[in-house]
Each structure stands twice: as structure tokens, then as C-alpha cells.
């Protein structure tokens, strides 16, 4: 990334790239996995585990204007898609319950592109609110894809699922630290581990929003109505 | 947006950005309809609007390379979107029947960003078939994008709907007048007017375009064989 | 494209562009055939063609930072699409079984972009991969669009497709190629013929690949405990 544009100080790449391999790998082991759920064959579960594990940053990549992205430039992020897609072909079994294997490596994926996503927009020049955002893109990008391919509606937008949310709370925590001057280090781990964390928590106590009330208006109205001729 | 490139005459973005901010809402409060309708919670409505409603700018905006896209840069765009969505959730019985109601702020949130697109892409320089097609992208995509999150197929090819035609108008015509001296300003409303009536016009009269002949061929060669027969 | 970038002798278009727009009629008749298939009515059946055949060329120049896509620049793309969309829908039955039909266009369309698009991507200055990688995204992307727009799961993830080995294959023989000193011009036609080939002859076999395997860990597991108890 970026030398002459860095403008936040020594940048030493170590974490990012720990944590964007391991993104890499939790997404694309949800994309295999997902795969293995609709009974594909091999070379259908890799194309699936790649666009999957690739997806997030690909988007954020083309956001940003870095062109060609980042995965198309170096062999490391599509062998580790490669690898990870070899490892759920044969051992999917030990993933456990396929479904919610699915949801908690969509999880972990989200929260570790959302904060290395953020981390890379601010450090090529975004402001903090747009880094934030392709923060979130990143996070989300490569979940849309591998939900939309397989025909289903995604995680993102399924009730009770409250993705979008903890997304938001990790990219704003990553940019918050590293523009406070709490280091990039801590930065992407404390956005990871909120992001993850938060997300985990919703699923593990089954919290989500309400729907939309069914007439707000009348009810309010018939309220005031009835409150006007007590009076 | 890029005051050096601007090539044609001074540059004043108040009908340009009223124009937009309708656009964004309109096109958020279709999708937060949609999540109504498909009994999302109150964070998946609020996801699927703000996709809606910024997809089709986010679209524009990497087509015309202008990187982070400007949804991303303030705050505005993302406030619109949150807000509309909020009001629709509220009091969606007040917007009348679901599935018309989309289609119709489908069709205006369609007819604005196709003029807005149109001329914000012929400000930054390119040419006016360029300008019109970018208009398109950006009045089409948020609509894609809503549809193929919720896994119905897409309004744009719905048999009947004859979506991109009305956009295709609108376009072409706001570039013309634009091209032609015209002004931004009537360039931007007549187009709006144009795309929007057009498209109100075909869904009130039910106009849909024929299918495809079953046997086009089959039918003249047995038309020319008799022909040749009798003669 | 591009004169001053380009490293590699001089560059004779001829072939690239025929063999690009023969892409983009391949692919714009497997949208309007599926388009048929689907019942839509002409205007559908239009834009479907066209955001099948532009699509991938679409996706490979935002991914070059080409802006606005050429598809924008000239009207000839666009107008092959919309011929090729009207043939189509006046003789659509003879183009035999639709669904056949469909994959065949698709698998010629797939050859064709991939080729061209890992040239157009080597010549504008890309390293080796990422040419190899872009032209697989330029071939896959208008089939992607296509099949997830009428609500299909794409080709490209089907168990018994490959859609995506014989891309590979073809794309990294027209970087080999011209990288080797071969001549642009066999590039293309020899990547384009392997990436053809290939993939019609896994169709005409019906090779398929494996699925994944029930319980590999436990089978081995068990073995290794058989084996030692009769030690």
C-alpha cells in the first residue's frame, strides 16, 4: 500500500496482513462451506471459497481506486482461499453444524475485514467517516456475494441477524484508536474483537430488532382522538 | 463536484443536490418498503434502505473513477437515507399499497438519479453518450441492487415494466439540453419530468412491449413456399 | 489502448477487436435466449442482452481504473449487443434447445473475454497474474450478472460446470503467450481455442467433479485405530 500517501506515522504491515490472511480464510471457508450445504462439486466449492474469501477486498480496492486490486496483484490472498477451500473439501465434518459454522465464520470474516478495511482506507488518505464506511463495505462485500450466488437472501439483511450494527461499532472503534494515536496494532485488534464480539453476542442471545409496527398513525390518532373528547 | 474539469459555464449544485437527496430518498424509502413487506426487522429495513438508496450513486461514482465514492465523503447522503428509512418504518401504512407504491418511487427515484448521473458525469469531463449511459448506471443500480438482495428478480427486466427505456429518454434528453445551452437546471428538471412521466405512463396504461415470435422463421419459409407454389 | 503504457512492441487491434465484439454477441445472445426462455417481453429481453454482453468488459475496466468503461465511450458495443438482441428475438428457435443453447454462447462468450480481457489487461501495464486474473473476471462477470438478474444460480457454481478451470487455463495461455514473444494475435486465438475447447469437451464428456467427501477424518480415523489394535 501506499508509502508516499501515508500520512499517519511508521506503518508496519505485520497485524494487517496477519489479520486480512485470516479474514481471507474465514471467509472463504464460509464460502466453501456453503458450498459443501448445496452439495457442489470441487471445483464449484474453490470458485465459491475464492470469491467469497477475495470479494470484500476486491470492492474495497476498487473504492478506493487502487486498480488492479490488491488480490490480483500477489499470489498470497488466492492461495490461502485455495488452502482454506482444500482443508473444508476434506474435513468439513469437523466444522460442526454446517449452518451456524456458516454464520459464525461470517462473523469473524466481517469483523476482520471491517477494521483492516477501515485501517487501509485511512491510511491511503480517506477521511475517518469514509474510511469507516469502506471499513464496512469490505466487511460486508464478500458475504453479499457468496449469499447472492447461492441464491439466498444474505445474512445482512435477514431479521435477527443484526450484521450491519456491530460492522459499524468495530470500523468506528479502528478509526477512533488509530486517530486518537492508539496505535494501528491496537486498533485493528480492539475493532476485531468488538466487531466479533458484539455480533456473537446477538447471535448467542437471539437479540433482534423489532418489526415495523403495523399503523403507528392510527393508532396515535385514534389516541389523540379519543383523548380530545374525554376532555 | 471538480470545479477544474467543469468545462461548460459556471457550475451552481443547488437543483443538482435537492434533486439528489430526492433521489436517495426515494429510492431508500422503496427499499425500506420492501423490507416491510418481506417482515425484516427494524436494522435489516434500515441496511436494505441505505443499499438502496446510495447503490446507484456508489455505482456513478466508481464508473466515473471519483474515489471514495462522495456517498462516502459526508455525512449528508448516509443522514437522508437513515432518515427516510426511519419514517417509512413508522408510518409505511400511510405510503398505500406495498408493491405499487415501491414501483412508483422505484420509477422517481429512477428518473432522478438518471438526470443527476447524466449531468454530473457530463461535468466531469466525458462525452455525452458517455454522460447518458452513466446516467442510466446510476438511476438503475439501486434498484438491482434491492431486488437481488431480497432474491426477487429485478423490476428492470420484469416483463411490462419497460424500466430502462423511460431512463434511456430521460437521459438523453438532459444531456441534449445541457449540450444544447440549455442550462443545468431545466436539463435536470425536464429530464427528471420526462424519465418519471414516461415510465407513469406506461405503468397507468399497462402498456408491455410483445414476446418473442414462436416461429418467425418457420412461418415466412412456409409463406414463401406457398407463394412459390401458386405462382 | 493506451499507447504510452504500452511495454510490449507494437499493437495491431484487429484482431482484439473482432474477437471482442464477437464476445459480446456471444454473450448477448445467451441473455436474450435466456430472456426468452423466461418469457419477457422485447424490451426486457434488450436489457438483459445488453448488461450480459457489456457487463464483463464493464467489470475488467473498473478494475484497469479505465473510466468511464469503454462500453461508454463508443456506441459500437452497445450496438452489436442490440443487434445481436434482435436476432435473437425474431429467430430465436433456431438457435436450437434454449438451454443448450445458452451454455454453448456462454462457454464461447467465457473463451472470448478471457482472452481479450488478459490482453487488454497485460498491454495496459498489469503484471502477469493480475492480467491472467482480470481476464477470468472480464470472461465470468456478464454470465454472473445474467444468471443472478433472472434469479438463477449461476453457471459458474453449478456442480458439473467448470466454468472456471478452462477460463484459467485460457487465460494464463494468452498471457504465456505474448509474454513469450508469440504474437498478440496467436495469443488470443489460442487462448481463446484452449479456453473453447476445454470447457466444451468437460460439457461433451459430462466430467464432473467429486463432491466433498461424507467423513474423511472419521474414515481415516478409523482405519489407523483398526490398523493398530492388529498390530
Known sequence: MCGPRRPRGTYN???????????????????????????????????LAVLTGLGGGIARDVMLGVTPPLSFKGWEN?????????????????????RRTVDVLDAFGVA???????????HSGTSLFAAALIGVTTGLGGGILRDVLVNE????IQSGEMVAIPALAGAGLTV?????????????????????????????????????????WGTVAARVRRGGRRR
Not at 112 to 122: D, E, M, N, P, R
Not at 153 to 156: A, D, H, I, T, Y
Open 153 to 156: 437472501v444474505p445474512l445482512l
Open 78 to 98: 488466492l492461495t490461502v482461499a485455495t488452502a482454506t477451500a482444500a482443508v473444508v473439501f476434506f474435513f468439513h465434518p469437523q466444522f460442526g453444524a454446517v
Open 176 to 216: 477512533a484508536i488509530d486517530d486518537l494515536g492508539g496505535g494501528q496494532d491496537w486498533a485493528l485488534v480492539v475493532g476485531t474483537a468488538v466487531a466479533f464480539g458484539f455480533r456473537m453476542l446477538v447471535m448467542w442471545r437471539g437479540w433482534s430488532a423489532p418489526q415495523a409496527p403495523s399503523d403507528l
Open 112 to 122: 476482520l475485514f471491517t477494521s483492516t478495511g477501515a485501517l487501509v482506507a485511512l
Open 13 to 47: 504491515p505485520g497485524v494487517l496482513t496477519a489479520l486480512n490472511y485470516l479474514g481471507i480464510a474465514a471467509f472463504a471457508a464460509s464460502g466453501a462451506l456453503m458450498g459443501v450445504r448445496k452439495r457442489l462439486d470441487a471445483f464449484a466449492i474453490w470458485t
